[in-house]
């Protein structure tokens, strides 16, 4: 989820997506959003996580832990994220809750992570989620390599499978790798929705395949980056294990500061995540 300058290769409305962008990227996956998770699909995941349990707990363990602290997390976010209830929770009725605060002016949020406890080489992640809308507030499911601690980013790649600005009209989606030169470079599809799209739940995904990653929501396809189709001063850097991230930034460099308009709590609600190879 950092931000430098935006590099689009693709746009597509959830409509209407190119012949031969559909004929590049995969077939386009049973809509899960308006479907529940089979239980063969539970067992076949290397990772599922519906978010039963009792109102208030933490999310499993199992799968999640926590980024913690303030400093503005290479964006100029102005959000401390903490492990506290208040901002991670289980609903007890089937979702997790990442919710932003704002206390007095003193912005809290959360930040989950698989780190440690699951990746994805090659095969599919998706999230069932709702994302917040309002001035400032940039909700992200995303992927970061796993050797993101030895080789450091942007060395390490970044998968953005979705994040959304004020949460209106655009869902961003991109891959995030260096340069042989020296900084990063970025690609992938932009989105056009309703402003009302994310208030409802949908499936937000991302395929990895090797020299490929493909993008989706719900049954479409909205875009694809190859590593065929790079320049030779971008260095191709996804055909390796990625764990999740789930969060909700508020304020930084990219969506700008939360004005009075913004309304808090703000929450992004998951329905389930799941994690399956090829």
């Given at each position: 989820?950092?931000r430098?300058s935006?590099?689009?290769v ?7 997506v ?33 978010f ?5 707990a ?17 964006n ?18 089937g979702h997790?809750v ?5 206390d007095?002016?003193e912005?809290t949020?959360a ?15 998706e ?34 499978v ?6 209106a009209?655009?869902l961003?989606s991109s ?21 009302t ?12 395949a090797p ?35 789930l ?7 990219w ?23 090829d």
């Amino acid at each position: 989820m950092s931000r430098r300058s935006w590099v689009r290769v693709a746009r597509a409305s959830l409509i209407g997506v190119s012949a031969v962008l559909i004929a590049q990227a995969a077939a386009p996956p049973t809509d899960l959003a308006v479907q529940s998770v089979s239980s063969y699909q539970k067992q076949q995941a290397l990772m599922f996580d519906d978010f039963n349990g009792p109102a208030w707990a933490p999310p499993n363990p199992q799968w999640w832990s926590y980024d913690t602290g303030g400093g503005g997390w290479g964006n100029g976010e102005s959000q401390t994220y903490t492990s506290a209830p208040s901002n991670v929770r289980l609903d007890g009725a089937g979702h997790l809750v990442i919710e932003a605060r704002n206390d007095g002016g003193e912005y809290t949020s959360a930040r989950v992570t698989t780190q440690g406890r699951t990746s994805l080489l090659y095969g599919r992640a998706e999230a069932r989620a709702k994302l917040p809308r309002g001035s400032g507030m940039h909700p992200a499911f995303w992927l970061l390599g796993t050797d993101l601690g030895v080789v450091g980013w942007p060395d390490s790649g970044e998968i953005d499978v979705v994040e959304t600005i004020g949460g209106a009209g655009q869902l961003y989606s991109s891959v995030i790798g260096p340069r042989t030169s020296g900084g990063d470079w970025q690609a992938g599809p932009t989105t056009d929705v309703a402003n009302t799209f994310v208030d409802d739940f949908h499936t937000y995904w991302v395929e990895k395949a090797p020299g490929r990653v493909t993008f989706g929501v719900d049954g479409q396809i909205t875009g694809a980056v190859t590593a065929a189709g790079l320049p030779p001063d971008e260095r191709w850097v996804f055909d390796k294990p990625f764990f999740l991230l789930l969060n909700v930034a508020v304020g930084g460099e990219w969506p700008g500061p939360p004005d009075s308009s913004t309304p808090f709590p703000a929450a992004m609600v998951v329905d389930w995540v799941r994690v399956t190879d090829d």
